[in-house]
């Protein structure tokens, strides 16, 4: 198994808030796309009372809304003020920390430049909290088509789940043309990238690496594309029951490898039913070892000591505590 595999703080926490969101003020719940690209997960979650919409304005006035790990724009966020839902701030605190950095450089009088993929709700959200000049750059062509009012003040952004294997060029040119290039204080989230690097650590030591997640996600199908192009056979495994024998025979060693939207669930559930096709011995790999776990939205916390029924109380009204927080 690579190492670190799977599922992300960020990822990992937005999950957990639906989950305590929903014992806590009862279904339904919603939130804007599916917040973890797993159909079982999904699934397990609509079941319970969580329902996934593609546009905001779906959600009837006042229901309760949980923003997703990769957050919202705020726009959509003022949207949901107006309407008087219930918001739950799911998105992770290293997004929130790219939102600060983003207005931080805006203010300072620079051009902010977005390396990632347009459209995202990551980019869009932190685009929209841009007081200044925003640019978003998707390939390497954009960057020479950048028109900025100072060159000598000009900032970048990443993306946290673009890859470094994406980035890279981009921001080569950036540097290239912009040699005073800034970018945000501390550094930015590794989690996608270490994942990749992870990987193809992992294909040089087997005989064939299984990417384990959803193909919708698009972290799992980079970490596909880029584990196929290193030469090793590759194959994605969106559910446990896909292996046969005939996709391990032959085989002495395969790689376990995931994406950050990939659950827990899913990867032990290949575990165990490589285990049933034959006898296995894990061996997880010298990697980055990932200790942070982040805290769930604080009224949630609260709201579950004092409320939860698994937790010792009858659950809140829905619609009760209706301040927003992160
Ligand atoms: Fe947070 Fe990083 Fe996961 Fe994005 S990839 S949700 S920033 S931990």
């Keep these: 198994m690579a190492k670190p595999c799977g599922v992300c703080a960020g990822v ?29 997960a999904v699934d397990e979650l609509q079941a319970r009372g969580a329902v996934f919409v593609d546009d905001l304005s779906a959600v009837p006035d006042g229901a309760v809304v949980v923003f997703g790990a990769h957050g919202v724009a705020e726009e959509a966020e003022h949207d949901c003020e107006r309407r008087g839902h219930d918001v739950i701030d799911a998105t992770c605190p290293l997004v929130l920390k790219l939102h600060k950095e983003a207005r931080r450089l805006a203010d300072r009088g620079y051009d902010v430049v977005v390396v990632g993929r347009a459209g995202d709700d990551e980019v869009d959200a932190i685009a929209s909290r841009i007081p200044g000049r925003v640019h978003v750059v998707s390939h390497l062509a954009d960057v020479e088509r950048l028109e900025v009012a100072d060159p000598a003040r000009v900032a970048y952004l990443l993306q946290t789940t673009l890859g470094g294997l994406d980035t890279v060029d981009i921001v080569a040119a950036l540097k290239h043309r912009f040699p005073r290039l800034a970018t945000q204080d501390g ?91 034959r006898p296995v011995e894990i061996d997880v790999l010298d990697g980055v070892e990932e200790f942070v776990r982040f805290r769930l939205p604080s009224r949630l916390r609260h709201a579950g000591e004092r409320s939860s029924p698994g937790l010792g109380g009858a659950p809140l009204a829905p619609g009760a505590a209706l301040s927003h927080d992160r």
């Design 187 to 277: 550094d930015a989230c590794s989690a996608v990238h270490d994942r990749e690097r992870a990987a193809l650590k992992l294909a040089r030591r087997v005989d064939a690496v299984f990417v384990v997640g959803s193909g919708s996600a698009v972290t799992t199908r980079r970490l596909l594309e880029i584990v196929a192009a290193s030469g090793v056979p590759t194959r994605l495994v969106e559910n446990a029951g896909a292996i046969e024998h005939g996709n391990i025979d032959g085989l002495t060693a395969v790689g376990l490898a995931a994406g950050p939207s990939t659950p827990d669930k899913l990867v032990d559930a290949v575990v165990a039913r490589l285990k049933m096709l």
């Design 12 to 40: 990992r926490r937005a999950v957990e808030t639906i989950e305590r969101a929903l014992v806590v003020y009862g279904p339904p719940v919603y939130a804007r796309h599916e917040i973890i690209h797993d159909r079982h």
